[in-house]
Structures are given as C-alpha cells and as structure tokens.
C-alpha cells in the first residue's frame, strides 16, 4: 500500500481485482473496466455510507479508475482527481519498489509493469472520455511546479471544501525521480 491510501477501499479493489484475474497480483488486471459483484457492491455501499456525514472526505487508489463507473453510481456528485505521470516514470517506480518490497505482489517484471501502465493508461482515457464532467486530470510536473493553481481547479469544482497544503509540504522531492 502507498501514502495516503484508505485501506477499506484498497482491500475492497484488490479483492475484486483478484477474484477476476487471479494472477494479477491484486492490481495488473487485463481490461481497463471493473465491476463489482453483488456483494462488493454492498461493501462499497457500507464504505461510502460510513462517509456521508463528513463534509468532504475520498481515498488514494490507483485501482479506482478501474471501476470509475461504479463509484459514480454510487457518490452523487463525485469528483476525481487524478494525478498522471509518464509512461516510463511510472515503470521505473514500480521497477524500483518491486527490488526491494517484501511484499510478494509488488515484485513484478517489467512486463508485468509495462502491462499495468497500459491498462491503467487505458482506463484513465476511457473515463477522460466518458466522465470529462467528473474527472480532473493533471499532470505530475504541473502539479510541482504550480499546486496553488491546481488546487484553485479543484476548488472550482468541490465547492471550496478543500484547504491548500503546498505540494513541498507533502513529498520528499528526493523521493520522487525519473
């Protein structure tokens, strides 16, 4: 799991993943749209449920432009934000943390690497296509060269229930490369 994640969504994503594609490590699937089953469903129900007496609240996880479709039948009015960064970065990073997790199923080839990016890359066009109402997308290097003006976008479009946090204040620039 990476920064910021909620696990309840996490879990409920990897799992659906998995019972589809059981060799897919819980996070490469081989198309770029989900769906939950009846009983995920439910689950996903509960967790947003469990939410709705916040004023603003949401989850990090790359698998959840897989079942964008899902979430939006689900949260009247969501917003997603989504963070992309280029093909090879990407790559590169999983490459990197797969050489060292101890996590079996973040040691992935580079095949397997490649695979993933295509199908995340796939469905995040797709939802760009067919959500351009409730997807904003902006690239990494825009988004550290100038967060004040990503977040006054998002703002536009969240009803000012955000509060800016300045980007340095929220990575390790070191961390971060290629």
Known sequence: MGHF???DFEELHREAILRRWPRSLGWIPEE?????RRRER???RKLVADR???PAWGW????????????????PGLVVIAIARPREQVIDS??????????PSMRVTREQAESAVDVYDAALGRSRAEHEDRLL????DRLLKDDR???DEIQGRTAGLLRHMPINDLYRPGKLRT
């Open 137 to 140: 997308t902006f690239q990494l």
């Open 60 to 75: 990090k996880d790359p698998r959840s432009i897989l079942f964008l479709d899902e979430w939006i039948q689900l949260i």
């Open 5 to 7: 994640e909620d696990i």
């Open 149 to 151: 003006s990503v977040f």
């Open 52 to 54: 709705a007496a916040l």
């Open 94 to 103: 999983l490459l990197r943390r797969a050489a060292i997790a101890s996590n």
């Open 42 to 44: 439910k689950r996903a």
């Open 32 to 36: 770029p749209v989900m769906r939950f």
